[in-house]
């Protein structure tokens, strides 16, 4: 991976353009050839720093089986759990943790048999209760049937007031569940019309995100609920995506973070998924805020994740010369500003890319999670990454000329924060960086052009390059 800047850390209003970098490696965490472009892992961040990833694979022509695979906070992918085998239908599922003693749960829409009367035939849910070595499928559906959660993908979040919350758009309309029993209603919203790939995330509350294709308001929508499931706000649309015409094939992004702020991010554009924008939405205490951070070919994927300490990453995919990439960007701490665009790659003859997912691990990086088409290969599988945030390299004064010594200063910052004890290389000279993020260099001036590099632990490089005058 590396980064290519002509100036500082970039706002929340402003782009940052990416340059090619290398590829860093990925890992294969599902099956290839089994799963299909609209097939989505679920991904929970634990409490031991791994990440459990919950994915969906055909077993047999007329069978489908959900496993859980465990990934390492460095991106090493672990032991995989049988969760469901050889149901009729799966769904792509969610996870959720509850506190010591209540367990990770994961949901899933499904058909178990063909058989009528078959108690699983709806929404349903497993159990683990000892850090998702083992599962246990809970003997029927957790709702009553109607709703169509059978067939569609379902989001879920756990709240300490609230418990275990569900939900899930289909034909039919939005819909969203409290707790793990049929016994308790489905609350629909009628007020989310032609909803697709429901996101969740819970600020104490319930927030829901979508893409809705309505021919009479159509975009990317965000509504909060209180944990009985009814509505505080009407249904909000998100900036820049009223002229949409499709949505992505993925679960719509949203967190929520310490303080009541949540945040969407969505690939957006009339007809050509192309532009990645980023929201947060009106609240209490802050105004919305919309900004685009990157562009794409068409058609792309991207997700939003925070992090432990309140960073966000916003990542998405690309295709660039008839191959698949993928990029991130972090933010600072304040959610002000966005560093340098760092290219993430993709796995070796990969010529698509589909769902992305992250989760946070140590020092603000992040794990990586897409699906790509590879090679020959039939259908898609998930691969996993780990990205580093991006540098900034920008000259503070200085210039180059042929045959001359001058003094350069320079300044590396991520997101616009100085970064201390940084290395900054120019024409066999280098300097370190000081608390201000600042190095000054004595460099003589040769050839036409020259290129700086900056480098730091645990970030991706950036080099910026530098005209030398005659």
């Known amino acids: 991976?590396?980064?290519?800047?002509?100036?500082?850390?970039?706002?929340?209003?402003?782009?940052?353009?990416?340059?090619?970098?290398?590829?860093?490696?990925?890992?294969?965490?599902?099956?290839?050839?089994?799963?299909?472009?609209?097939?989505?892992?679920a991904v929970l961040f634990n409490s031991d720093a791994s990440t459990?990833?919950?994915?969906?694979?055909?077993?047999?022509?007329?069978?489908?089986?959900?496993?859980v695979t465990k990934v390492s906070s460095a991106g090493k992918v672990g032991a995989t759990a049988t969760v469901a085998q050889d149901w009729a239908t799966l769904a792509n599922p969610a996870l959720a943790a509850g506190p010591a003693g209540v367990g990770t749960?994961?949901?899933?829409?499904?058909?178990?048999?063909?058989?009528?009367?078959?108690?699983?035939?709806?929404?349903?849910?497993?159990?683990?209760?000892?850090?998702?070595?083992s599962w246990a499928v809970e003997p029927a559906s957790i709702v009553a049937p109607g709703d169509q959660a059978y067939g569609s993908p379902v989001a879920a979040v756990y709240t300490a007031a609230g418990g275990f919350k569900q939900a899930w758009a289909a034909t039919l309309g939005l819909f969203t569940h409290a707790d793990v029993s049929a016994a308790t209603?489905?609350?629909?919203?009628?007020?989310?019309?032609?909803p697709y790939d429901v996101g969740m995330s819970t600020d104490g509350g319930l927030n829901l995100a979508w893409y809705s294709n309505n021919a009479a308001a159509p975009g990317v929508y965000e509504l909060d609920l209180a944990l009985d499931g009814s509505e505080s706000t009407a249904p909000a649309l998100m900036p820049g995506t009223s002229g949409m015409t499709f949505g992505m094939s993925a679960r719509t992004p949203i967190v929520a973070l310490d303080g009541g702020?949540?945040?969407?991010?969505?690939?957006?554009?009339?007809?050509?998924?192309?532009?990645?924008?980023?929201?947060?939405?009106?609240?209490?205490?802050?105004?919305?805020?919309?900004?685009?951070?990157?562009?794409?070919?068409?058609?792309?994927?991207?997700?939003?994740?925070?992090?432990?300490?309140?960073?966000?990453?916003?990542?998405?995919?690309?295709?660039?010369?008839?191959?698949?990439?993928?990029?991130?960007?972090?933010?600072?701490?304040?959610?002000?500003?966005?560093?340098?665009?760092?290219?993430?790659?993709?796995?070796?003859?990969?010529?698509?890319?589909?769902?992305?997912?992250?989760t946070p691990v140590e020092n603000g990086e992040l794990n990586?999670?897409?699906?790509?088409?590879?090679?020959?290969?039939?259908?898609?599988?998930?691969?996993?990454?780990?990205?580093?945030?991006?540098?900034?390299?920008?000259?503070?004064?200085?210039?180059?000329?042929?045959?001359?010594?001058?003094?350069?200063?320079?300044?590396?910052?991520?997101?616009?924060?100085?970064?201390?004890?940084?290395?900054?290389?120019?024409?066999?000279?280098?300097?370190?960086?000081?608390s201000h993020g600042v190095a000054e260099l004595e460099v003589t001036g040769h050839g036409s052009k020259m290129t700086a590099k900056a480098s730091a632990l645990r970030y991706v490089g950036a080099d910026l390059d530098l005209k030398v005058h005659h």
């Open 261 to 358: 702020e949540k945040w969407i991010a969505y690939p957006t554009g009339t007809s050509r998924l192309d532009r990645i924008r980023v929201w947060r939405v009106p609240g209490k205490a802050k105004p919305g805020l919309s900004a685009v951070l990157g562009r794409t070919s068409t058609n792309s994927y991207a997700t939003i994740t925070n992090t432990a300490n309140g960073r966000l990453w916003v990542s998405w995919t690309d295709i660039v010369d008839g191959a698949a990439t993928t990029y991130a960007r972090r933010s600072n701490l304040d959610l002000t500003a966005w560093g340098a665009t760092v290219e993430a790659g993709a796995p070796k003859h990969a010529t698509s890319a589909y769902a992305v997912d992250g």
């Open 105 to 133: 749960r994961v949901f899933f829409g499904g058909i178990h048999t063909t058989v009528t009367g078959d108690p699983n035939s709806d929404l349903n849910d497993a159990v683990s209760t000892d850090g998702g070595a």
């Open 368 to 434: 990586l999670f897409a699906s790509f088409s590879v090679g020959a290969a039939p259908g898609t599988a998930t691969y996993v990454t780990h990205v580093l945030p991006g540098l900034s390299l920008a000259r503070d004064s200085g210039s180059l000329t042929d045959g001359k010594e001058h003094t350069l200063r320079f300044e590396v910052t991520d997101a616009g924060d100085p970064v201390a004890k940084a290395t900054v290389k120019l024409g066999g000279e280098s300097a370190t960086t000081n």
């Open 1 to 41: 991976m590396r980064t290519r800047l002509a100036g500082s850390a970039v706002l929340l209003s402003c782009l940052a353009l990416a340059a090619p970098a290398g590829a860093a490696p990925w890992a294969k965490v599902t099956s290839v050839g089994t799963t299909t472009p609209a097939d989505q892992v």
């Open 52 to 67: 459990s990833v919950a994915w969906n694979a055909r077993t047999s022509p007329s069978t489908q089986s959900l496993f």
């Open 185 to 194: 209603p489905t609350v629909a919203h009628p007020s989310a019309p032609s």
